[in-house]
């Protein structure tokens, strides 16, 4: 029941992270529409086109100062993370996740006020997307703290894949609930969403349980079979068809009294040195480009390419959410089947290359051809992403080398994410910067991006395969041996 209820809140608590994250994407072509398709201006019957825009929105440089707010708060997200984590391994876990929603909804409506007070400066939509972009940093590290206390590392990928939903159905809810108030008062787009993050933060600090401990339950087993100590680079899980055992039942013993006595908080160098740390956050960072640039910029993609109206797009965009929860729980599943997360990353980003490059040039012949292609990019650049942040992280928070500190799973999530955060902060930038060249640019820039992510994994690729080559060789000597043995007892 504990289990059960810790994946339910978590799962509700980062929804409403990402619910809260996405009307800005939403309310930026209301922000800077076509004012001529409304006919004359009102006020002085002169046909200009930006009469009815926002200021300070209004100019010919609106492209530029979205990108402005979009990096205002993936910036300020990718510097408070990497002291997130540190924070989140040494204070409760419960307070800080319920105290950052908290603070989340309170900047969330901050910004949808700006429309009820008439605001029109942009520095105050700056400052508020920056402070908005700290606090939403307590949120991934925790969430997956109390998910990998809970849950050890069988089938993890399918689990955590499923879980990892939440972001997707986030983007979803965030988006039709933008939806609903976008044209007639966008405020109100922003207000709602604050209301319910702030709403779960108050729940998660009533109902969250941190640790199995803490209600008399039994802690998970984080390694369940490794390989020899002589090779401590192992990345992967090897619970699945392809694993190796070789792990005594007197290491487990002995894992299980180390686990015992109190650990101390890892370093952040320590963090580092994890084998495959480094490989999988560099990854991360194109991958998250790649993500969060559809997340800011696929509705105003659609409006201009499409021609549909600001709620048509960002309701048709939210196929491309849909596609990353069946990419999240494929990912997952087929990593934990063939113990390879690095390999099952490598895949997909090969495949959602020329899949971008489909969708940008015959993705708007129709709608049912835009339906299928959101839907299966959505699924190939989500999948890579959604199991680096959840069943990757967890395995590198718990890996064998840290000998049964569970201190480091917060650090390493955080360290993680901040990097792919990076990536985050400059996707939507470069796309702000590159879309008045054309779209044709943006979707080179994001191909590009995904072929480096698939080429920072090559060498986690190859000790994986090497692995897989190995345990092969060894069942068919096992198979040889055996058939000799029957041949001789005739």
Sequence with gaps: RYRGLTLVLTFLSYTSYHLSRKPISIVKSQLHPNCSALGPNPHNNSNSSTWCSWAPFDGGNYNELFGALDNAFL?????????????????????????????????????????????????????????NGLVQTTGWPSVVTCVGNWFGKGKRGLIMGVWNSHTSVGNILGSLIAGVWVSSSWGLSFIVPGIIIAAMGIICFFFLVEYPEDVGCSPPLHH?????????????????????????????????????????????????????????????????????????????????????????????????????????????????????????????????????????????????????MLVVCGALVNGPYALITTAVSADLGTHESLKGNAKALSTVTAIIDGTGSVGAALGPLLAGLISPTGWNNVFYMLIAADVLACLLLTRVVVKEVRGWCGYMARKRGSSVQLTESVLDGR
Aim: hydrophobic fraction near 45%; charged fraction near 10%; charge should be negative.
């Design 224 to 372: 369940v079979m490794t390989t020899s100590e002589k090779d401590p680079e192992v990345v992967t899980p090897n619970d699945g068809p392809l694993s190796i055992s070789g792990q005594s039942n007197s290491h487990h013993s002995n894992s299980s009294k180390e686990s015992a006595e109190e650990p101390e908080a890892i370093s952040f160098l320590g963090a580092l040195r994890i084998p495959g740390v480094v490989e999988f956050s560099l990854c991360l960072l194109f991958a998250k480009l790649v993500s969060y640039t559809f997340l800011y910029w696929l509705p105003l993609y659609i409006v201009n390419i499409a021609h549909f109206s600001a709620k048509e797009a960002g309701d048709l965009s939210t196929l491309f959410d849909a596609g990353g929860i069946f990419g999240g729980i494929f990912a997952g599943l087929i990593s934990d089947y063939t113990s390879g997360r690095a390999t099952t990353c490598c895949v997909m980003l090969v495949i959602a290359a020329p899949m971008l490059f489909l969708y940008n040039h015959v993705g708007q012949n129709g709608i049912g051809t835009s339906t299928a």
């Design 75 to 131: 910036v300020a997200y990718a510097i408070g993370m990497f002291i997130s984590g540190i924070f989140g391994e040494r204070l409760p876990l419960r307070y800080y996740l319920s105290g950052g929603m908290v603070l989340s909804g309170l900047f969330t409506a901050l910004f949808g006020l700006g429309y009820f007070w008439n605001i029109h400066v942009l520095w105050y939509f700056i400052v508020i997307q920056v402070c």
